[in-house]
T-cell receptor, first 114, second 116 residues
């Protein structure tokens, strides 16, 4: 079985401040981990993914995430928030190797305050 | 390249009425997924197709939901009859088997269903 837990359903940051969205995973085998972003009335867009290569993964729009096996975490960060980052962010996990079912977290809605 | 296309974008129906959603995946993507996303939740898989074969429909409520993917390209998801609890966003996604097997899925914009 696999699951992800996103801590905080809502996060507010000031424009220019650090963005930190937390994700912890549970998986019985080495996982693949994903962060997706969803803007209002749109589908999910992949931000970045961890697939057992480098533990620090860089994605689009200045986001990055670090896979920490000892902490079973895959937190998403961005050094400086922009107004356009306001959206909902989903962490997701799957088993590695071939097709494996992807399990999504419940999402964190990011608000950026001017 | 064109992304995943879904229609309609919005649908409002009365309970007990039928409804259908259509999805056209990215060209060349042999795997197609239908997800349901309830308000404030992440997407939950309803069904997955490999070409025209439904390989995982364990979460599809088969008493009222049906899906098809004729010719392994476009897909239709149907609900008959709809219930109030079916109000949600229905997302279609597609992916292609690649050498890295990373299972990256590409999502359409979704259909927001409201059942009154």
């Amino acid at each position: 079985a696999q699951s992800v837990t996103q801590l905080g359903s809502h996060v507010s940051v000031s424009e220019g401040a650090l963005v930190l969205l937390r994700c912890n995973y549970s998986s019985s085998v080495p996982p693949y981990l994903f962060w997706y972003v969803q803007y209002p009335n749109q589908g999910l867009q992949l931000l970045l993914k961890y697939t057992s290569a480098a533990t620090l993964v860089k994605g689009i729009n200045g986001f990055e995430a670090e896979f920490k096996k000892s902490e079973t975490s895959f937190h998403l960060t961005k050094p400086s928030a922009h107004m356009s980052d306001a959206a909902e962010y989903f962490c997701a996990v799957s088993h590695s190797g071939g097709y494996q079912k992807v399990t999504f977290g419940t999402g964190t809605k990011l608000q950026v305050i001017p | 390249e064109a992304g995943v296309v879904q229609s309609p974008r919005y649908k409002i129906i009365e309970k007990k009425q039928p409804v259908a959603f259509w999805c056209n995946p990215i060209s060349g993507h042999n795997t197609l997924y239908w997800y349901r996303q309830n308000l404030g939740q992440g997407p939950e898989l309803l069904i997955r197709y490999e070409n025209e074969e439904a390989v995982d429909d364990s979460q599809l409520p088969k008493d009222r939901f049906s899906a098809e993917r004729l010719k392994g390209v476009d897909s239709t998801l149907k609900i008959q009859p709809a219930e109030l609890g079916d109000s949600a966003v229905y997302l279609c996604a597609s992916s292609v088997k690649d050498s890295r097997r990373t299972n990256e899925q590409f999502f359409g914009p979704g259909t927001r269903l409201t059942v009154l």
